[in-house]
C-alpha cells in the first residue's frame, strides 16, 4: 500500500477507537472530547453516591484499558466507594487495569473515601480495599497503570475490630510493571497504606502514608505505612523517593520476603533491587525495616522521633531488619534518636551518630536505650557490628522456618549473631574454631579483622564486596576456606597492626604497645567510623 494511504488507514482506525472508547465512557458518565485520550470522570459527592462512584470509575477504567489506555481525571471533592469484588483475604472497590491512569486534582483536594465493611453479617468483617490488583491467580503483571495527586482516605471503613485480618489498605496490588505513583497520599486505613506486592520496574515519589493500621495493634502483621513484598521474581525493582511515613502502626517503610507465609511462588532468592531514597519516617513502631528482606538499599533517608504528641516516645526504633534479612544496606541516613548513656561531649558521640545513621547500631532494639560504651566489646558483638557495616552479606533462606548449619561448635542457628559468625567464616575473615562468641575481642585482633575485610573488599567473589557495592547484585563465587587465607593474609597480625597504626585504625600510638588489651564497644565503633573513611 502506498505510504498515504497507510497513514490514512492508521488514522482512520485510531478514529475509530477513540470514537468507541469516547461512546462507553460517555454512557459511564464520563466526558472527553473524541480521539483525546484524556477523559473526565462524572463522580457524585456523598455517601449515598458510593455505589454510583463505584461503578462510574470501574467502567471508565475498563473503558480505557480496553480501548488501548488513556487518563482519568477525577475533580476535586471528597468521593464514596464502596466494595464490589471480595476474595478470601479483602473487599475491594476498584480493580485496576492496564494502561490507565488515575489523576485528581491535587493531594489535598481530590479525596477518595472507601466506605462500610464486607460482608457485614459475619463475623469477621474485612475493612475495603481502594484499588486492588491480584496477579497471584493468573500470573499476569497489571502493566502501565500511574496514580497521581490525590488521597485515600480510610476513615469510613472499618473491618472487624477484633479480629483484624490485614484488609483494608488503600493500595493492594500482586505482581505489576511499570507503575508509578506521584503525589499520592493514603491515610486511616485498616492496613497498610501502600501494599505493594512484587512490583517491577515501579516508582513512587512524593507520596505520604499516615495513620494506616488503624484496626491493628503492634503486635499484627502489615498495618504500615509502605509495604512491599518481595520473592516472586529476580526481576523485581522499585524505587521510593522523596516519600513521608508517620504515625503509622507498624513500619513506615517496610520489606518483606513472602516465603514466610508459605508462599509456593516465591523461591526468588535475589532481586534487580528495591531503593529507599531521600524519604522520612517518624512516631511508627519501627520506621523503617523488613522481615526477611533482601536486595533493598536505604539512601539518605531520616528517621525521626514522633511528630505527634498522642504517639510521644512510639517510635522503637529507627531502623528493625529481622528474621534473616540480608544484603540490606543503611548509606547516609539522618536519625534523630540517640543512647540515653552517650552524650555530645563524649569522644565516640560522632563515632555513634554516625553508626545509628548507616544501622551498625541501633537505638531501642529488644528495649536497649543504652549503648553501655565502656563494656568489653565480645566477639559475637563485633561480628554484627562488621556484619551489618559490610551491608549484611549472605543468602536469602526460603521457607517458614529455614535453618542453616550451625556456623561453629559453639554457636548455635538462631542466635543473633549466627548470619554473622557464619558470614565470617565463609569470607575467610575469621575461621577460629570454636567461635568464642561470649570471649572479648582484643585491639590487636581487632586490627587483623579489619585488614582483612579491607582485602576482602577488593575482591570481587567475595560477599562482603558484594554487599557493600551492589545490594541486590549477582551471586558471589565463593573461594574455599583456604583460597581466602592466602587471599586476605590471614595470620599475619604484625603486617596488620602495622597497617592498622598506618591509617590510624587504633586509638592509641604505635608505642604504647596495647595491642592485647580487650577492646571496648566504643573502641569497636571508633575503629569502624576510622575505617569507613579509608576504606577501599
Not at 455517601?47 to 473503558?63: K, P, Y
Not at 563485633?382 to 551491608?391: C, H
Not at 575461621?431 to 590487636?444: C, L, S, V
Request: net charge negative.
Amino acid at each position: 500500500m502506498h505510504s498515504r494511504h497507510k497513514t490514512l488507514a492508521a488514522a482512520l482506525r485510531a478514529l475509530c477507537c477513540a470514537c468507541a472508547l469516547f461512546a462507553v465512557l460517555t454512557a459511564a458518565g464520563c466526558t472527553s472530547a473524541p480521539g483525546h485520550d484524556v477523559v473526565d470522570v462524572d463522580l457524585k459527592q456523598g455517601r449515598s453516591a458510593a455505589a454510583h462512584n463505584t461503578q462510574t470509575l470501574q467502567h471508565a477504567i475498563n473503558a480505557a484499558s480496553y480501548a488501548g489506555g488513556g487518563e482519568l481525571r477525577l475533580p476535586a471533592g471528597t468521593y464514596y466507594f464502596s466494595w464490589s469484588h471480595e476474595d478470601e483475604w479483602s473487599s475491594y472497590a476498584i480493580i485496576m487495569r492496564d494502561n490507565v491512569s488515575v489523576v485528581g486534582a491535587g493531594m489535598d483536594e481530590t479525596f477518595l473515601m472507601p466506605l462500610g465493611t464486607y460482608p457485614e453479617t459475619v463475623e469477621a468483617k474485612h475493612g475495603v480495599d481502594m484499588f486492588s490488583y491480584d496477579g497471584g491467580q493468573t500470573g499476569k503483571y497489571l502493566v502501565n497503570a500511574d496514580f497521581a495527586d490525590f488521597t485515600i482516605d480510610g476513615s469510613a471503613t472499618q473491618g472487624d475490630p477484633d479480629g483484624y485480618n490485614a484488609s483494608g489498605k488503600g493500595f493492594f496490588f500482586t505482581l505489576f510493571k511499570d507503575c508509578d505513583w506521584e503525589r499520592v497520599k493514603v491515610m486511616n486505613t485498616d492496613g497498610t497504606g501502600f501494599g505493594a506486592d512484587f512490583p517491577v520496574n515501579c516508582t513512587m515519589k512524593d507520596c505520604i502514608a499516615v495513620r494506616c493500621g488503624k484496626n491493628a495493634t503492634s503486635e499484627s502483621v502489615g498495618a504500615s505505612g509502605f509495604g512491599v513484598g518481595i520473592g516472586h521474581s529476580e526481576d523485581e525493582s522499585m524505587l521510593i523517593e522523596n516519600c513521608v511515613s508517620y504515625d503509622n502502626t507498624k513500619y513506615g517503610f517496610f520489606f518483606e520476603h513472602q516465603t514466610i507465609f508459605e508462599n509456593p511462588v516465591t523461591t526468588a532468592k535475589r532481586a534487580e533491587g528495591y531503593v529507599v531514597r531521600d524519604c522520612k519516617a517518624s512516631g511508627n513502631l519501627y520506621n523503617f525495616g523488613g522481615n526477611r528482606a533482601n536486595d533493598v538499599r536505604f539512601i539518605e533517608c531520616r528517621s525521626d522521633a514522633s511528630v505527634s504528641a498522642a504517639r510521644e516516645g512510639y517510635t522503637r526504633c529507627a531502623f528493625q531488619f529481622h528474621n534473616y534479612s540480608t544484603r540490606v544496606t543503611v548509606e547516609g541516613g539522618e536519625i534523630a534518636q540517640r543512647y540515653g548513656d552517650v552524650a555530645p561531649e563524649d569522644d565516640c558521640y560522632d563515632a555513634l551518630a554516625w553508626a545509628l545513621a548507616c544501622n551498625v547500631a541501633e537505638v531501642g532494639s529488644d528495649g536497649y536505650d543504652d549503648f553501655r560504651p565502656r563494656d568489653m566489646a565480645s566477639r559475637g558483638e563485633v561480628a554484627v557490628f562488621l556484619w551489618r557495616y559490610a551491608g549484611r552479606p549472605g543468602e536469602v533462606l526460603l521457607g517458614h522456618a529455614p535453618s542453616f548449619a550451625d556456623p561453629a561448635s559453639d554457636v548455635a542457628f538462631g542466635s543473633y549473631y549466627a548470619e554473622a559468625v557464619k558470614w565470617l567464616k565463609e569470607d575467610g575473615l575469621s575461621i577460629a574454631e570454636p567461635f568464642r562468641a561470649q570471649d572479648g575481642m582484643t585491639y590487636g585482633e581487632l586490627a587483623t579483622l579489619f585488614w582483612r575485610y579491607a582485602m576482602l573488599l577488593e575482591t570481587p567473589e567475595s560477599q562482603a564486596s558484594d554487599a557493600a557495592h551492589s545490594a541486590g547484585d549477582a551471586a558471589s563465587t565463593r573461594a574455599d576456606e583456604k583460597e581466602v587465607g592466602e587471599r586476605t593474609g590471614a595470620g599475619d597480625d604484625a603486617d596488620a597492626a602495622a597497617w592498622a597504626f598506618e591509617h590510624g585504625l587504633l586509638p592509641f600510638e604505635e608505642s604504647e604497645n596495647r595491642l592485647g588489651e580487650p577492646c571496648t564497644r566504643e573502641g569497636v565503633i571508633e575503629m569502624l567510623y576510622a575505617f569507613d573513611g579509608i576504606r577501599p
